[in-house]
């Protein structure tokens, strides 16, 4: 495959001051790839997560965005290419939840930094699209845990990067949004230009939105690969614990035993 890849690690090493989380990772993310990482509590999947967006360095390899090496370019233009779902939504600002949809376009503003109609076109259709459509005014403070996660898909969606990282984006979610908002994403990638990677607990969820797999195991290696790497051997090895996989007409369940 000869396109240029949205995002590339090459011996990527990630550490922290007690040990290796992650040795040698070679990933390509390419448009139209939905991509899920996978491991146990502690694994360094946000970690890595936040390394691959640029907000910490990696302490050896190299990440290139668009074929730019991701250090080399500004934080403006990474924000207009990669937009992260932290794991958890920390306010510093206790603004209204149309401010915070807003804050997504803060990297496409003009050089006066004011946002313009369509700017706030966009952040209310995409508070629609969360169902938070009539929330505009209200404090973010005042929102439910599973809202307050609609309001970060929706900030995202306002962003509209060509890389979206998630860090494990059903949290908070009940059924019906989990499916919703993944499958807005999933639209959206399938458009062409985009990409995802998410960080998720449930491989029954990841083996159903996501095309391509990357296992990061507690010693810091990695497997990537297709979803064919999601055998019940496989997961049961990555977690300790061990699973069953079952077929369904929706894909394969994974049955802890
Ligand atoms: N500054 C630090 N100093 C020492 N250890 C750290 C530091 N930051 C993170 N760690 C450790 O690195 C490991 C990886 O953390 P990380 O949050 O990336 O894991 P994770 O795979 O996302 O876990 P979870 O599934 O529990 O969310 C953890 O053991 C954490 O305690």
Redesign the pocket.
């Known amino acids: 495959m000869s396109e240029t890849p949205l995002l590339a690690a090459r011996a990527l090493q990630v550490t922290?001051?007690?040990?290796a989380?992650c040795t040698g990772l070679e990933l390509s993310i390419r448009p139209g790839e939905r991509w899920g990482l996978l491991?146990?509590?502690?694994?360094?999947?946000?970690?890595?997560?936040?390394t691959l967006a640029g907000l910490r360095p990696a302490q050896a390899g190299s990440l290139l965005l668009d074929g730019i090496p991701l250090a080399a370019l500004t934080p403006r233009t990474r924000a207009q290419r990669i937009g992260l779902l932290p794991?958890v939504h920390e306010d510093a600002f206790a603004g209204s939840v149309l401010e915070t949809a807003l804050i997504g376009r803060h990297p496409h503003l003009g050089p006066w930094g004011w946002e313009t109609e369509r700017d706030i076109e966009l952040a209310r259709a995409a508070l629609a699209a969360v169902g938070l459509g009539g929330f505009e005014s209200r404090r973010i403070a005042s929102l439910s845990g599973g809202e307050r996660r609609r309001l970060g898909f929706a900030s995202l969606l306002t962003q509209d990067p060509a890389l979206y990282l998630l860090?494990?984006p059903s949290n908070h979610l009940d059924i019906h949004y989990q499916h919703v908002l993944l499958g807005l994403l999933k639209q959206r990638i399938a458009s062409g230009a985009r990409a995802w990677l998410m960080?998720s607990?449930d491989p029954t969820l990841a083996a159903r939105y996501c095309n391509r797999i990357v296992l990061?195991h507690a010693d810091g290696h990695t497997e990537t690969g297709g979803t064919e790497l999601l055998t019940a051997t496989a997961l049961s090895a990555l977690y300790g614990h061990p699973l069953h996989r079952l077929e369904s007409p929706f894909g394969p369940l994974f049955v802890p035993g």
Do not use: F, I, Y
């Open positions: 922290t001051p007690a040990r989380l491991g146990r509590n502690g694994a360094g999947k946000s970690t890595l997560l936040h794991q860090d494990e960080v607990h990061l």
